[in-house]
């Protein structure tokens, strides 16, 4: 067997790790999906967040269908969430259960449920 220099085995070693994050990642967004699909029949508003955009849409999980979605820049994040609402809102979606996913609630996240709120959706 060849032995390994120190720059191989470090970078070896950061990649293992960063599978493992990965993993953990995943497993745990499977699991709070799980958990807020059996606690309620309500319809989900589900968030993804990259580094320019942000992307919202209520989800049916029980009939597997999305009821309403809005995107628009991280700067916007206020009128994302109020056009998401309006959206929902002609489909007759009051009630839902916020999904931030991995994210804090922070910032963009935060924004976005305030603007979902002030159209009227309720969490």
């Known amino acids: 067997m060849k032995k390994m220099s120190g720059k191989q085995y470090s970078f070896a070693k ?7 994050l990965n993993r953990t990642r995943r497993a745990k967004r499977a699991r709070t999906r799980l958990m807020k699909k059996k606690r309620s029949a ?5 968030v993804f967040r990259s580094h320019r955009y942000i992307y919202a849409e209520v989800i ?3 009939k597997a269908i999305t009821l309403a979605h ?3 820049q991280l700067k916007d ?10 959206k929902a809102r002609e489909k007759k979606v009051v009630k839902i ?3 931030r996913g991995r ?5 963009h996240i935060k924004e976005l449920a ?3 709120r002030k159209g009227g959706l309720q969490f």
């Open 77 to 86: 994040a206020f009128a994302v969430g109020a056009d998401v609402a309006s």
């Open 103 to 107: 994210y804090r609630y922070h910032g």
């Open 14 to 20: 950061h990649r293992r790790r960063a599978l493992d």
């Open 60 to 62: 049916d999980d029980q």
């Open 70 to 72: 809005a995107q628009g």
């Open 114 to 116: 305030d603007g979902a």
């Open 42 to 46: 309500r319809p989900r508003l589900s």
């Open 97 to 99: 259960l916020y999904d």
